[in-house]
């Protein structure tokens, strides 16, 4: 999935889970942001490798932190921020989680990475089928979306 899709579907379902009111716009932002961080791994690795930087091959492209030991330092993460503020807490891990499990889902995970380099996926890697998903989570969490922020959510 692209780092937008990822931004979009995650922050909406964290803004929901955290209570935060349309009209609380600084703290709609932060969701946006941890969302998309956790791509920020692929630039090291577009550079050491420029090979990585084909979709098929975006896995390779993906620190330990974007696998399974990604969830355990984020869940440690928010664990602390939630003993300052659990509403930060959530805007700031439910974004990533959400993130990795999309990647997890739709493309190629090495789950246990560093240990093991087993190559896992729970769907086909059919370029079309990865986009006909990102077409209709971006559909539904854009409408999702335009609902939250007309209220109606």
Known sequence: MTTLTHAISGSLVAVLLAGVQSNQHSLLIIPFISAAIIDLDHLYYFFKDKSTA??????????????????????????FISFFNLQMAILIG?????????????????????????????????????????????????????????GQL
């Open 54 to 79: 084909v979709p098929e091959n975006m896995h390779k492209a993906r620190s330990i932190f974007h696998e399974l030991i990604g969830f355990i330092i984020i869940g440690l993460l928010m664990l």
């Open 94 to 150: 439910i974004p990533m989680m959400i993130h990795l499990a999309e990647d997890f889902i739709i493309g190629i995970s090495i789950p246990f990475n560093p240990f093991d380099k087993s190559e896992i996926n729970l769907l086909p890697q059919k370029r079309s089928l990865k986009i006909i998903i990102e077409i209709i989570v971006l559909l539904i969490s854009g409408f999702l979306w335009k609902m939250f922020l007309s």
